[in-house]
């Protein structure tokens, strides 16, 4: 399919009718967003309204810009040079980028774990839960060691370690790691969870406790989650967003986007016939 023709569908496409969906007030919401790494734009005018307490799914090509997108939401796109962003992004209805929230304050709100777990290697598996803790000051241990406790307790990570929370962070298996740094995002009691293909690094199984972790999840948070896998994305998610060539082409209800997409594109795309 060719460009013109992309273009063609995605104007046929009114974001703005999703948006008005959404009965009560987002959690977040993208308005007019763009974003550019220097003279390239990755990602033109998105309109995307995200439920709280619900999972919603960033699916599409690679390349697509759903990394981009996830990284917008808490600020992290602006940490690559020459990057800059254009729009809004509303939580609780304010902008993030007006300058009336604080960086550090918009990162403590809005959580990220990314495709390869990353525990620091030279910290315990203790120190690693509570590693934003201690950037933020704190250091009242007691405090520090019933954080651990509950944020390793929420990733149900807490019985497998708790007799040796000494151990390096890296010493864990894949899919425990990964574990420990939703642990380590929890730990600072964010209020949206991003999650960039959190599973990509995983075996079936580990894949599986992440899934139902995900699940429980939302009951607390409002998670934003990246995934190539649409079975993945039918499993978890309650909202799906289709992104293609940095256009939000269609969202809506999981249940719609897989199995009544309004657009011929979505169809191909979650049918396997691209991508």
Known sequence: MQREEIETVHETYTTAQAVRSVSEQPKVELKQLSAFYGKKQALYDIDLAIRPNQVTAL???????????????????????????????????SNIYSGSLNVVDVR????????????FPNMSIADNAVAGLKLDGVRNKDKLEEAARRSLGQ????????????????????????????ARALAIEPEVILMDEPCSALDPTATAKIEELIAELKAQYTVVIVTHNMQQASRV????AFLYLGKLIEYGKTTTIF??????LTERYVTGKFG
Not at 108 to 119: E, T
Not at 166 to 174: E, N, P, Q, V
Not at 259 to 264: C, G, I, L, M
């Open 59 to 93: 699916i599409g090509p690679s390349g697509c810009g759903k990394s981009t997108l996830i990284r917008c939401i808490n600020r992290m796109h602006e940490l690559v040079p020459d990057a800059k962003v254009r729009g809004q992004v509303l939580l609780d209805g």
């Open 108 to 119: 403590r709100r809005i959580g990220m774990v990314f495709q390869k777990p990353n525990p």
């Open 155 to 182: 990733v149900y990570l807490w019985e497998e370690v708790k007799d040796d929370l000494k151990r390096s962070g890296a010493s864990l298996s894949g899919g425990q790691q990964q574990r420990l740094c939703i």
């Open 237 to 240: 998610a309650d909202y799906t």
């Open 259 to 264: 199995e009544n997409p309004r657009e011929q």
